[in-house]
């Protein structure tokens, strides 16, 4: 779900930057306070898959524990079955070996379950901490490349700012030549 909101806010900047206002061959953006927000909001929203990523540890942990109270449970009937139903002659032999038989398999069925939980818990949190870095990187190089392209865009206005200055200031320069041309122009005819 995170993931979906994290593209949502991908989606919105996008969005944003494709409203831009046009001058000429020039591109200005419009709004970077809203660019601003929605990485704000990205940045809000990756704690979450932190905590996604410890309750999974957590579930792990719970199903552990299960599985070991599962299988103290199972010896503790096999135990008390055996012990009720058997009486101290060969069959009492029988039955306990059998007992510790069954007992063995429980813990071994338990310990693979346990193992199985533990390497699913582990992937499962492996994965989500896969999914948050990647989100991560995105949004970072999302957030890189917007900046990058806010500077070129600042830079080539000072460039036109610049190149205006200099443009009125050279008619500012002829216009003087002008006058004063026109005045020894004056002043020689006299």
Known sequence: MTELRVSHLIDEADEILDNKFHMGSYCFFMNIDDIQDILSKIRAILPEEIKTAEM???????????????????????????????????????????????????????????????????????????????????????????LDNLD????????????????LSSQKDRRREAVQDSQNSKTYAQ
Do not use: F, P, W
Request: proline fraction near 0%; charge should be neutral; charged fraction near 35%.
């Open 152 to 167: 070129r865009n600042i830079e080539e206005i000072h460039r036109i700012v610049r190149n205006g200055r200099d443009y």
């Open 56 to 146: 999974i540890l957590k579930r792990r942990d719970d199903i552990y524990m299960e599985a070991q109270s599962r299988a103290e449970r199972i010896i503790s009937e096999a135990q008390n079955t055996a012990s009720n139903i058997l009486s101290e002659s060969e069959l009492i032999r029988a039955v306990r070996e059998k007992a510790a038989k069954i007992q063995e398999q429980v813990k071994e069925s338990c310990e693979e379950m346990k193992n199985k939980a533990a390497q699913e818990a582990e992937t499962m949190r492996r994965n989500a901490l896969k999914e948050a870095m990647e989100t991560k990187e995105g949004a970072q190089a999302y957030a890189q490349q917007v």
